[in-house]
């Protein structure tokens, strides 16, 4: 737990270094801040331990998820390209801090033990990303794009805490294990039951959907993700989605599994909903953002499916996963990144398809890594993602969820054929991207997070023994 | 002197229950149906404020200091949020003059 303690002190660190002239150091700083906390999380490893008054506990779980997140966050930073460091208006201090902040808070949510902490981690990682959302102050989609993000996150807020409220009047406990064993024990008829508690469970599960963005809740997150920009994009769908399963999955198979029958069919269906909805619309999207957007939603749909199990290899199917996704999606927008700041189209960058028209010609390494994200993502074998789906459809299949299996595997073969749009645009279509000059650690990112997709593809047991 | 927890109770905990569900569903209506940003904002604190008043209740009914302590971190980060929120509404107003959220349709819903 000292990576928390750490991380709010590497931020506050990160905004001092603001004051220097030199702004070159402010990426290696935070890149070494991260590694350090990552090094702390690791030292807690096989050591169970209750902090702050029994507020959080650290268990080989949350050191886990808490090492996907950091990352994920460090592949972020590692891309992110001191912001446009010649314009008057950006604060490259004020953003690496910020990001810093918000993995503070995701990490709290990781390890919660006390719906306090988990209300705390979730609102400092969403109000740092309301502000990382708006960072381009002059640009209006930017704005847009903040003011959506933060009034549905407030009214997203609104919804667990009522939630929260509900569940501590019917079980008068926050500690998810106190209301673990007043759910179980209200199972065996030695409490009374009070339908507050059913009610307060359902709100805290759409609060909590909401910030996962799954179906019925998912409508802000395309914009969001549109206008905001890219390396925050990045960010959120990566940091975001797995701090929020991890809390979700933490509340579920601990708080609320005595009532288990009582709210497993629902996120039955919204994960077929989910899955189709996002599936559906993602091909007709025109834009690679807005269908990386939707791609993030439909794996929030395949996480939902194994969310709900609660059987030995769930956890480390999740954590698979997460892993997998945040690899190469951080490995996509790298790409985006690099080929939409080359090319304009009426004056702003071209997020579309065509901008990666005729990449691979004089961009080899852009166009491979590009590829290679892009299978993973629609599960192809040999990367990462083909196991981390294979994961979660075996472990469906062992719980005999037929219906829900049949529609995420139609559904993953819907999602070959747009995640194969930008492939094929770079490599089959002709175009004149000229040679685009990339900064060595911008490289040597791509080049890990590309052998790390194939390795994990062809050697998945190398991490999934681990988790 | 009475305490508050006894004063509290002289009220039976349904009625807190239902008029705390009853502000929330107005603030949850104004969320859904209202277009001016700052009163979207009102709403949602109108339901943070349901919420603590629920937990005030229960917690004086439960006689557990929890549902209290919580009450004020709902309040410090409600104004934490309250103050970006509001950044955001003045980075908007300052660009396009006005914060109906109907303008914002650049990006399509």
């Known amino acids: ?467 | 002197m009475q305490q508050i927890p006894d004063v509290i109770r002289q009220i039976p905990l349904n009625y807190y229950v239902f008029f705390s569900a009853a502000l929330f569903c107005i603030g949850v209506t104004g969320v859904l149906t209202r277009r001016n940003a700052i009163i979207i904002f009102m709403s949602v604190e109108l339901m943070l404020n349901a919420v603590n008043l629920l937990l005030a209740a229960f917690s004086s009914y439960k006689a557990d200091p929890a549902g209290q302590i919580f009450v004020f971190f709902i309040m410090a980060v409600a104004a934490a949020e309250v103050a970006v929120g509001l950044a955001i509404i003045v980075m908007i107003y300052r660009n396009i003059q006005t914060i109906d959220t109907g303008i914002l349709n650049k990006l399509k819903w």
């Not at chain 1, 490893?45 to 994920?72: G, P, Q």
Request: with cysteine; charged share 10%; hydrophobic share 55%.
């Open chain 1, 1 to 467: 737990m000292n990576s928390i303690i750490a991380l709010s002190l590497f931020g506050i660190a990160n905004l001092f270094l603001g004051f220097l002239n030199n702004r070159k150091i402010l990426m290696p700083a935070t890149l070494a801040f991260i590694l350090f906390a990552l090094g702390l999380n690791l030292a807690d490893w096989n050591t169970e331990v209750l902090w702050f008054n029994n507020m959080l506990r650290t268990n080989n779980l949350s050191v886990n998820f808490t090492t996907v997140i950091l990352v994920a966050t460090l592949l972020v930073v590692a891309i992110s390209r001191g912001f446009g460091d010649d314009e008057e208006h950006s604060h490259p201090a004020e953003y690496y801090a910020i990001m810093l902040f918000s993995v503070v808070g995701a990490i709290m949510m990781v390890t919660f033990e006390n719906l306090l902490m988990l209300f705390i981690g979730l609102e400092i990682l969403s109000v740092s990303m309301y502000v990382l959302t708006g960072s381009d102050k002059r640009n209006l989609r930017s704005n847009e794009a903040a003011l959506k993000y933060f009034l549905m996150g407030a009214f997203a807020t609104g919804i667990l805490l009522f939630g929260v409220a509900l569940v501590y009047g019917a079980t008068g406990s926050f500690s998810i294990y106190g209301i673990g064993n007043f759910v179980t024990e209200n199972r065996m008829g030695q409490s009374e039951i009070t339908p507050m508690l059913y009610v307060g469970i359902l709100l805290i599960i759409i609060g909590l959907l909401f910030k996962v963005s799954a179906a019925p809740f998912h409508f802000w997150t395309p914009d969001v993700y549109e206008g905001a920009p890219t390396i925050f994009t990045a960010f959120m769908s990566t940091v975001v989605k797995t701090a929020g399963f991890a809390a979700l999955y933490r509340l579920l198979s601990v708080s609320f599994v005595g009532e288990y029958g009582k709210w497993v069919y629902l996120l039955y269906f919204l994960c077929a909903a989910t899955l189709i909805i996002a599936n559906i619309t993602a091909v007709y999207q025109q834009s690679f953002k807005r269908m990386m957007a939707f791609s993030s939603i439909s794996h929030a749909g395949y996480l939902l499916m194994t969310v709900t199990s609660n059987q030995a290899t769930t956890q480390s199917s999740i954590l698979f996963y997460s892993l997998a996704y945040s690899i190469a999606t951080v490995t996509a927008f790298a790409v985006m990144i690099l080929v939409s700041e080359n090319k304009t189209s009426n004056g702003k960058p071209d997020e579309s398809f065509d901008a990666f028209k005729g990449l691979a010609k004089n961009n080899p390494l852009l166009a491979f890594a590009l590829a290679v994200s892009m299978l993973s993502l629609a599960g192809i074998p040999l990367t990462a993602g083909f196991w981390g789906k294979f994961f979660i459809f075996s472990d469906a299949f062992k719980r005999g969820l037929i219906l829900d299996l049949i529609v995420a595997v139609l559904m993953s073969a819907v999602g070959v054929y747009y995640y194969f749009k930008p492939i094929i645009a770079s490599y089959m279509k002709e175009g004149n991207i000229q040679e685009i000059t990339i900064k060595p650690i911008y490289k040597l990112t791509l080049i890990i997070t590309t052998i790390l997709t194939i390795l994990l593809g062809l050697m998945p047991d190398l991490v999934k023994s681990i988790f």
